[in-house]
């Protein structure tokens, strides 16, 4: 076996600051499948693009994390306490990173609907970690990645929507994740430095860009979430159906 990545690393070169991704196929007819590749100044990282990015089965389940729910079901059933261990943090942690260097790409590959499914991932497994965490200190040393992990949804489903030329729908999305992040800050006591925070500012950017681009002053869910605070019933009821007209044939749309 030819154990030698020169070729695969020729004509790619490194570029600090940039996410650089790719697929592309491996293994033998019929056995392909597509792997994803990421660029790194020491060489290339490579990643399969279902289940563990790593192609392992933990414990034969598809992810650490589906292997820790049925433990912690496991620990329900006989009235006891389900902790993490040590070793349960490590394997934890090393799962978040996969899924993190995978979402980063997705993103990068914009694979936008991966993407999400990734931070959906990772954003039930942060909050299983949350309930089962073996100690504060391990708590907050994840927690403090929510924010960011929301941001990367955001974006992915924003994107996702312009893509299906659904630009509304977009300024809708940020909407939704500024409001995740906001509850995130409160709930955290960082109230006052939301509006300076770098990645609501980089949010709200790419809704004034939408908004600039489609000439959007405010979108049918907004009219219709002012007319609520209002108790404009009867407006907000004409709203809802045209929000439903508008949905009409895209159930598919995360």
């Not at 609907?113 to 959906?120: G, N, S, T, V, Y």
């Not at 994840?142 to 941001?151: C, G, I, K, Q, S």
């Not at 809802?240 to 598919?252: L, M």
């Amino acid at each position: 076996m030819n154990q030698d990545i020169d070729l695969a690393l020729k004509g790619w070169e490194f570029k600090p600051g940039i996410i650089q991704a790719r697929i592309i196929e491996v293994g033998e007819p019929p056995n392909t499948r597509q792997v994803i590749q990421m660029r790194l100044d020491l060489g290339i990282l490579q990643m399969e693009t279902t289940g563990r990015p790593d192609g392992t089965k933990p414990h034969d389940f598809d992810t650490y994390y589906e292997y820790l729910q049925q433990q912690a079901a496991k620990a329900r059933r006989s009235k006891s306490e389900f902790r993490l261990d040590e070793d349960q943090c490590t394997e934890a942690d090393r799962e978040f990173m996969q899924f993190y260097h995978r979402r980063i790409c997705w993103l990068a590959l914009r694979e936008y609907d991966r993407a999400i499914q990734d931070a959906d991932h990772t954003l039930a497994f942060m909050t299983f970690v949350r309930d089962h965490s073996p100690n504060e200190e391990y708590t907050e040393q994840h927690e403090v990645y929510r924010a960011f992990v929301l941001f990367h949804r955001t974006q992915a489903l924003a994107a996702l929507r312009m893509e299906n030329n659904d630009p509304e729908g977009a300024i809708d999305a940020v909407n939704g994740g500024l409001e995740k992040i906001r509850t995130f800050f409160e709930d955290n006591g960082l109230d006052e430095r939301l509006d300076e925070d770098a990645m609501v500012q980089e949010l709200k950017k790419m809704q004034d860009r939408i908004r600039d681009m489609h000439k959007i002053d405010a979108t049918l869910q907004e009219q219709l979430d002012l007319a609520i605070s209002r108790e404009e019933y009867e407006t907000a009821a004409r709203l809802r159906d045209a929000i439903r007209k508008r949905h009409k044939g895209n159930d598919s749309m995360v």
